[in-house]
């Protein structure tokens, strides 16, 4: 059986993501089926799951802006720094003001570097940092370069501390938390963990997999399925006639005369649709556009 879609799933607590796409493709009967970002066990909330052409859609979903909802523990660290790790180092929590909290807080806004946790996907010389990090191997795991968009404390209770995190793809909460707890001198590891949005999408219209049961449930998650065209409302659409949608889905490259007055056109991503139907994910450089005049075209999808 052949679904091709976007399916917002609320991720329980203990679930991995892999495992809970695997649970979507047995209820809905479909073989290609893949998700955008990873979530760990313990944490909760969207998952993008992606079905039959929406996989192609992977790499524009995960580079849109994440938002989670993320509680710190201040004085202990782990060595996952998270609660499911095993606590390395303990320190003393004076009274801390909220001002001071949001000061230190502050130094983390806007472009910022972090290294991935020990225990994390990341790969190191074609291993997995965490197959490595179970067998004692900490190799030097290369920096990355982050943006925090936006970094909001929600509440203070003692050694309590709850945030809420606007951030780039690839951003790792629990070293954000190690790091914010390194700079206010006491250490922190994640306690809990819930991403409400990537991208235009939000968990509120997400659908929980706990209530799944019976016959039911496949109808259930193919009513809750949105558009390919529909997962990336945050792009820009440009639309095609029939003609320009034919000669990309034959293999072919347009001009930017095709996409109608190209003075309107920006540099980045373009939804390339015809009616509500997503034909191509495209993108205009700027070279592009002064030089060759024509569109790069960088996913094609069939009807």
């Given at each position: 059986m052949t679904l091709d879609g976007v399916l917002l799933v609320d991720k329980e607590e203990g679930e991995s993501s892999f495992s809970t796409v695997r649970k979507?493709?047995?209820?809905?009967?479909?073989?290609?089926?893949?998700?955008?970002?990873?979530?760990?066990?313990?944490?909760?909330?969207?998952?993008?799951?992606?079905?039959?052409?929406?996989?192609?859609?992977?790499?524009?979903?995960?580079a849109g802006r994440k938002r989670y909802v993320a509680t710190l523990r201040l004085g202990s660290e782990t060595d996952t720094l998270d609660r499911t790790g095993r606590v390395v180092r303990t320190r003393p929590?004076?009274?801390?003001?909220?001002?001071?909290?949001?000061?230190?807080?502050?130094?983390?806004?806007?472009?910022?570097?972090?290294?991935?946790?020990?225990?994390?996907?990341?790969?190191?010389?074609?291993?997995?940092?965490?197959?490595?990090?179970?067998?004692?191997?900490?190799?030097?795991?290369?920096?990355?370069?982050?943006?925090?968009?936006?970094?909001d404390m929600l509440s203070l209770g003692l050694p309590g501390l709850t945030l809420l995190v606007e951030c780039s793809g690839g951003t790792y909460i629990r070293s954000l938390a190690a790091?914010?707890?390194?700079?206010?001198?006491?250490?922190?590891?994640?306690?809990?963990?819930?991403r409400i949005a990537s991208g235009a999408l939000s968990v509120d219209e997400a659908v929980s997999m706990a209530g799944l049961v019976g016959e039911s449930a496949g109808a259930v998650l193919k009513k809750k399925m949105i558009s390919l065209n529909e997962s990336l409302e945050d792009v820009r659409e440009y639309p095609l006639s029939g003609e320009a949608a034919r000669k990309i889905r034959n293999g072919?490259?347009?001009?930017?005369?095709?996409?109608?007055?190209?003075?309107?056109?920006?540099?980045?991503?373009?939804?390339?649709?015809?009616?509500?139907?997503?034909?191509?994910?495209?993108?205009?450089?700027?070279?592009?556009?002064?030089?060759?005049?024509?569109?790069?075209?960088?996913?094609?999808?069939?009807?």
């Open positions: 979507v493709k047995r209820i809905l009967g479909v073989k290609k089926a893949g998700h955008a970002g990873t979530l760990d066990p313990f944490a909760t909330g969207l998952l993008v799951v992606l079905l039959g052409e929406a996989t192609k859609l992977s790499s524009f979903l995960m929590v004076p009274i801390l003001a909220p001002e001071e909290v949001r000061e230190k807080m502050s130094l983390f806004l806007g472009e910022t570097t972090q290294v991935p946790p020990a225990f994390s996907a990341v790969k190191h010389k074609g291993r997995r940092a965490y197959e490595l990090a179970r067998k004692g191997i900490f190799p030097a795991l290369k920096k990355r370069t982050v943006i925090i968009h936006r970094l790091d914010l707890g390194e700079a206010l001198g006491t250490g922190a590891h994640l306690t809990s963990l819930r072919n490259q347009i001009g930017l005369d095709e996409l109608g007055d190209r003075r309107t056109l920006c540099e980045g991503w373009l939804r390339l649709v015809k009616g509500q139907e997503l034909v191509a994910m495209a993108e205009v450089r700027k070279s592009s556009a002064v030089v060759d005049k024509r569109v790069r075209i960088l996913r094609v999808f069939t009807r």
